[in-house]
């Protein structure tokens, strides 16, 4: 036999001997989470869009099934409240600062649902991991009560996700993850009096949570 087949079947012996191994470290987990939501500013066909920091909520149901192959579905909810404006009061842009050129405060909710990839590392208790995935956002205006406007809409974005964390077993069943979340997407327009920005923005997302290991 020749070295070269010998290494070849070394390697394919080696490959299934590390997936055997790893086969009994798979594990299903539903986690809950709480995160902080930090956007940056987005400026754009003369329109700056400024976001508000926020907290948030996410729900997750994570299988892994080996180190380079795992999986997750996610919810998330937070506050998304935006503030529009021109880039310059100026009797040219802005004559006689009609209303549609004042600064438009707008208040609204973000739901987020996401599909991520998730490769890992089983270290004694610890499990570090990293992920990335795609997801959709969809932002409603919330009206206050007794106030009637029409100078909002809805819109859905498409969400580009990336992240890194650590999971942290306590007990055989339950532990602590710890994990930062980035994700990329055009900044939503909700303002009819405005036109949208349509450019990119990002939210980072530290946060901390609790899972449970089936």
């Not at 191994?21 to 939501?37: I, K, N, P, R, Y």
């Not at 880039?87 to 599909?115: K, N, R, W, Y």
Request: glycine share 10%; with cysteine.
């Amino acid at each position: 036999m020749q070295m070269k087949q010998i290494a070849r079947l070394a390697v394919l012996f080696l490959g299934w001997t590390v997936l055997g191994a790893t086969s009994g470290l798979s594990q299903t987990s539903v986690a809950a989470s709480v995160f902080g939501a930090f956007s940056g500013t987005t400026n754009g066909n003369g329109t700056v869009e400024s976001p508000s920091n926020a907290a948030g909520t996410l729900i997750e149901l994570r299988h892994i099934s080996n180190p380079l192959i795992g999986y997750e579905a996610t919810y998330s909810f937070n506050r998304a409240n935006e503030v529009y404006r021109p880039t310059a009061f100026t009797t040219t842009v802005c004559p006689g600062l009609m209303p549609s050129c004042q600064p438009e405060p707008i208040s609204a909710d973000a739901h987020e649902i996401s599909g991520d990839w998730v490769v890992s590392a089983k270290i004694a208790n610890l499990r570090p991991f990293a992920l990335a995935g795609l997801g959709v956002m969809f932002d409603e205006p919330v009206t206050p009560s007794g106030v009637t406007s029409i100078a909002t809409s809805s819109a859905t974005e498409a969400v580009y996700i990336y992240g890194a964390g650590l999971d942290w077993g306590l007990i055989p069943h339950l532990g602590l993850r710890f994990q930062y979340r980035g994700n990329l997407y055009k900044a939503p327009d909700l303002s009819r009096l405005y036109t949208s920005t349509n450019a990119f923005t990002h939210t980072a997302e530290p946060m901390i949570g609790a899972y449970f290991r089936f």
